[in-house]
């Protein structure tokens, strides 16, 4: 039976508009990662949007043999820098230390929001929301640092066994002793543990180790867990299915607890209060401008639905890829104009009146919510340039993806609207 309790967790932990940062951590990881791994970069990066979704979490656990620096426990240098409110109305803090929650270098966010529909919070707690998610990030190093990726062989071969450590859920103990762990979380009855290999299970607060029975009932804990999985080398794989990409069966089993982290606060600040926040990082390829980090509507390219690919693009090798967002100031069927956070205008174009025909198309097909493009929608645009080109009309051989941008897809009983 395939185990989802880390994904569920995790979703549930994480905000949907983190699906960027998360995805920038794992490219990242990938690319530095060791030769014996780069056929997995191929595979994964020539997958659409459900795939990918679908192997992000598989990714990060794959990848994990990679050996970090010590650090500190990141969520304590958290300072709130400032406060100011936005053009929209809501409150926006400047923090530091944020950068700090993850060894790769992948989260460059420096601003938060308070999301609109969120009941109103103090500076404390906003702190502790940031500090929350903050902790997230650096506990996904701190497995990874404490317990190394090993296989059957030193360089991985198809059909090789893989053992490693991963997090598998976030909630609250209601036992626990050297050798099982019973959680109580959100989405299922309590979940029982035994200990991996007979071996006492050890426990964790922030970067140090602690005594098992300084775990109590009703802490705040992540179960770390040791798992086996058949390794795959992609390239072969491609080769063996006439370049048709398919998902291997990994086949993950899950071989005992091996730890209890206890997270520093209360279990609240990890799930439902993370959606109270959207990030605001810098743009990648323009780290003068902030993209606000959403919940999102693919308008182009829509052919083949959400996560379509361009036809019109046209990459060369030393493009690298950019991103833009801002309030549409003028649009027609294939051109839009867009005013970035900075008060700059850029025009992109796109194939085949992809505007119209997605305002004509697709964009009634979103139920309860006004998904319409149009002049005041706030947009999301990633292209494709030379590192060097500064030019703000992108054309549609460069445009990779417009999205429109919205709000409160992390609140049940608030309704969905543009950003």
């Excluded at 990066?45 to 979490?57: D, E, F, S, V």
Aim: a negative charge.
């Amino acid at each position: 039976m395939k185990d989802l309790t880390f994904e569920t967790q995790l979703i549930a932990a994480t905000p949907k508009y983190s699906d960027n940062q998360f995805v920038k951590s794992v490219m990242t990881k990938i690319k530095n990662d060791n030769p014996q791994k780069n056929s997995f970069k191929f595979w994964l990066t020539h997958l659409h949007k459900p795939a990918m979704a679908l192997l992000l979490l598989a990714a990060i656990t794959l990848i994990s043999g990679v050996v970090y620096a010590a650090i500190s426990f990141a969520p304590g240098l958290i300072e709130i820098l400032g406060k100011k409110t936005s053009d929209r109305g809501t409150a926006e803090y400047s923090v530091s230390g944020f950068n700090d929650c993850a060894s790769n270098g992948s989260l460059n966010a420096e601003m938060f929001e308070v999301n609109s529909y969120a009941p109103k919070i103090s500076d404390d707690d906003f702190k502790k929301i940031i500090q929350a998610k903050c902790e997230l990030h650096w506990l996904e190093d701190f497995v990874n640092q404490t317990w190394k990726t090993y296989g059957t062989h030193l360089e991985w071969q198809d059909g090789d066994k893989i053992f490693y450590t991963r997090l598998d859920t976030l909630g609250t103990v209601k036992q626990v002793n050297a050798t099982n762990l019973t959680l109580e979380y959100l989405y299922g009855d309590p979940r029982t543990y035994n200990s991996f290999g007979n071996e006492p299970v050890k426990a964790y607060f922030k970067s140090t180790e602690i005594p098992i029975d300084q775990i109590k009932p009703g802490d705040t804990t992540f179960s770390i867990v040791r798992v086996s999985e058949t390794y795959h080398d992609m390239h072969k794989q491609m080769s063996q299915s006439d370049k048709t990409v398919y998902l291997p069966n990994n086949d993950p089993q899950m071989l005992g607890l091996v730890a209890v982290f206890k997270m520093s606060l209360p279990l609240q600040y990890y799930q439902e209060m993370q959606g109270y926040i959207n990030e605001i990082p810098k743009c990648m390829g323009n780290e003068h401008e902030y993209c606000p980090s959403t919940g999102s509507i693919d308008i182009y390219p829509r052919e083949g639905g959400e996560g379509a690919t361009n036809p019109y693009l046209k990459r060369n090798d030393e493009d690298v890829m950019k991103q833009i967002s801002g309030t549409v100031t003028e649009l027609n069927a294939s051109d839009i104009t867009i005013k970035s956070r900075a008060g700059e205008n850029y025009k992109f174009s796109v194939g085949d009146n992809g505007f119209e025909v997605y305002n004509h198309d697709y964009a009634n097909n979103y139920t309860n919510i006004d998904s319409k493009l149009k002049i005041g929608s706030n947009v999301q645009v990633t292209y494709y340039q030379k590192p060097q080109d500064t030019s703000k009309i992108i054309s549609k051989e460069q445009t990779f993806r417009v999205t429109l941008m919205i709000e409160s897809l992390n609140f049940k009983t608030a309704p969905t609207k543009q950003y």
